[in-house]
T-cell receptor, first 110, second 112 residues
Framework: DADVTQTPRNRITKTGKRIMLECSQT?????MYWYRQDPGLGLRLIYY???????NKGEISDGYSVSRQAQAKFSLSLESAIPNQTALYFC?????????FGPGTRLTVT | GQQVMQIPQYQHVQEGEDFTTYCNSS?????IQWYKQRPGGHPVFLIQ?????EVKKQKRLTFQFGEAKKNSSLHITATQTTDVGTYFC????????????FGKGTLLTVNP
């Protein structure tokens, strides 16, 4: 959905490096989410936020942190990347129940 | 969190055949959503089911929510190559702390 953008789209980084994935939305939604997708494992929730002052851990938050800089921006950070964080990362937004996903960031940690 | 089990993991069909994917839970589901992810794409919302026994249709797609609200299914009639992708179910829960728990998905491939 062009209303939800993610940068970068692809990133290769080395073990131990800090990396930030960014998500922006123009839908005016309060709720934003970060997921990771691994083959055969579906989508797993990392963090979610219901407004700028509200941050919640998802089922796999270890090794990740987030920042909600504004209603429209929600960033995911890997403080010290490790190879098993290699995955496809999706940001999503919602105003009620339906979620709108960004195009994804493919991250490879070598 | 509550787990939703989705089967089968993979399904390959000939174009024109029907396809069904199932989502099961050991406990009562608040509601269920279905998403489709095309190869190389991102998940796209298809539908939400809330009521016990609910049935909704979108052209060739039929969605059902079980009477006990412990299972759901997505049925595609006469598949087409455009139906290729991974279909996910997801349970919505948490009340005001609303979030989705996704099944692992069913990858559908269609042989033309």
């Amino acid at each position: 959905d062009a209303d939800v953008t993610q940068t970068p789209r692809n990133r290769i980084t080395k073990t131990g490096k800090r990396i930030m994935l960014e998500c922006s939305q123009t839908k005016g939604h309060d709720r934003m989410y970060w997921y990771r997708q691994d083959p055969g494992l579906g989508l797993r929730l990392i963090y979610y936020s219901f407004d700028v002052k509200d941050i919640n851990k998802g089922e796999i938050s270890d090794g990740y942190s987030v920042s909600r800089q504004a209603q429209a921006k929600f960033s995911l950070s890997l403080e010290s990347a490790i190879p098993n964080q290699t995955a496809l990362y999706f940001c999503a937004t919602s105003d009620q129940d339906e979620q709108y996903f960004g195009p994804g960031t493919r991250l490879t940690v070598t | 969190g509550q787990q939703v089990m989705q089967i089968p993991q993979y399904q390959h069909v000939q174009e024109g055949e029907d396809f069904t994917t199932y989502c099961n839970s050991s406990t009562t589901l608040s509601n269920i959503q279905w998403y489709k992810q095309r190869p190389g794409g991102h998940p796209v919302f298809l539908i939400q089911l809330v009521k016990s026994g609910e049935v909704k249709k979108q052209k060739r797609l039929t969605f059902q929510f079980g009477e006990a609200k412990k299972n759901s299914s997505l049925h595609i009639t006469a598949t087409q190559t455009t139906d290729v992708g991974t279909y996910f179910c997801a349970e919505g829960s948490g009340g005001s702390n609303y979030k989705l728990t996704f099944g692992k998905g069913t990858l559908l491939t269609v042989n033309p």
